[in-house]
C-alpha cells in the first residue's frame, strides 16, 4: 500500500511516519530529510537546495524529482511506500502519477493531516531534532526524558534553522498558496483521506490507522 502524507509543515507529518512504517512494512520517503542530509554532508545537490531551504521556498522541482525516483528505486519489492513532504505542487504530482505508472504501481491513499495554522507555529517553534538520526521532539508536547539530549542515540537536540518563526510564516503560505491545491487533486483522484491532526499523535495515528481499514 503506497501513502502520501500530506500537511502544512508541522502538521505531524513526519511523527506519523515513523508510527506507520511499522504498521504498514513501508520505507519512508521523506524529501526534507534527504535535503538536510545532502546539506549536512555538503554535496552537490546540498548546495543547491540550501538556500531554497533556508528561505523556507520550494526547492526547484528538477532537483526534487529526480532525488524521489533514486528512492522509490530502491525500495525493495513488496515493501509499501509512505512519501511524506512530496508532491508539495502540481507539476510534482503529475510526476509522480505518471512515474508509478510507468512503474506499473500507484499511489493507494493520500492522507490529509488538517491543522490550524494558529497551532502550527507553536508546534514547529518547539520542534527539536536530533543532531544524528533527525528523529523529532517537541519541548512541550513530546519532550526527551533529558532536556536537549535524544533519548535513543544521545546525541544533542537541535533546533533546525527553517523552523524560526519567520520562516515559519514563509513555509506555511508556501503550502495555502502551492501545496494545498493538492488536497482537491487527490479528493477528485478518489484517494483522499482527511485527519483531524489536532489530537494527540496516539489518537491522530489511530484516526489513520483506522481510515486504512487496518
Ligand atoms: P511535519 O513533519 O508535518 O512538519 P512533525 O511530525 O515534525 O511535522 O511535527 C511538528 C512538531 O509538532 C514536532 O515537534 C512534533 O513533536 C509535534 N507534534 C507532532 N504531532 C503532534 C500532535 N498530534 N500534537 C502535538 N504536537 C505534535
Ligand atoms: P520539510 O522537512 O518537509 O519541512 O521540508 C523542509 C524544506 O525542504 C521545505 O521548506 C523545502 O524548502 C524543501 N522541500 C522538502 N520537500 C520538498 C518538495 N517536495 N519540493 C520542494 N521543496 C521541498
Known amino acids: 500500500m503506497n501513502i502520501i502524507l500530506l500537511g502544512p509543515p508541522g502538521a505531524g507529518k513526519g511523527t506519523q511516519a515513523k508510527k506507520l512504517i511499522n504498521e504498514l512494512d513501508a520505507v519512508q520517503i521523506a524529501t526534507g530529510d534527504i535535503f538536510r542530509y545532502n546539506i549536512k554532508n555538503e554535496t552537490e545537490l546540498g548546495k543547491k ?6 528561505e523556507g521556498k520550494l526547492v526547484p522541482d528538477e532537483l526534487t524529482i529526480d532525488l524521489v525516483w533514486d528512492a522509490i528505486d530502491k525500495v ?11 508532491p508539495r505542487n502540481i507539476t510534482q504530482a503529475e510526476a509522480l502519477d505518471e512515474g508509478m505508472k510507468e512503474r506499473n504501481s500507484k499511489i493507494d491513499y493520500v492522507i490529509n493531516i488538517r491543522v490550524p495554522d494558529e497551532l502550527l507555529i507553536e508546534r514547529i517553534s518547539g520542534r527539536r531534532v536530533c543532531v ?14 533529558v532536556e536537549g539530549v535524544d533519548d535513543e542515540t544521545g546525541y544533542p537536540l537541535i533546533q ?51 481510515a486504512l481499514g487496518k
Open 76 to 86: 525493495e519489492d513488496g515493501k509499501s511506500i509512505l512519501l511524506d513532504g512530496f
Open 49 to 54: 537546495a540550501k538556500s531554497y531551504i533556508d
Open 132 to 145: 544524528e538520526t533527525g528523529s523529532t521532539y517537541h519541548i512541550k508536547y513530546n519532550p526527551p526524558k
Open 160 to 210: 533546525r534553522t527553517d523552523d524560526t518563526e519567520e520562516k515559519v510564516k514563509n513555509r506555511i503560505d508556501v503550502y495555502n498558496n502551492t501545496t494545498s491545491v493538492l488536497i482537491d487533486y487527490y479528493d477528485k483522484h478518489g484517494i483522499l483521506i482527511t485527519i483531524d491532526g489536532t489530537k494527540t499523535p496516539d489518537e491522530v495515528f489511530k484516526s489513520i490507522v483506522d
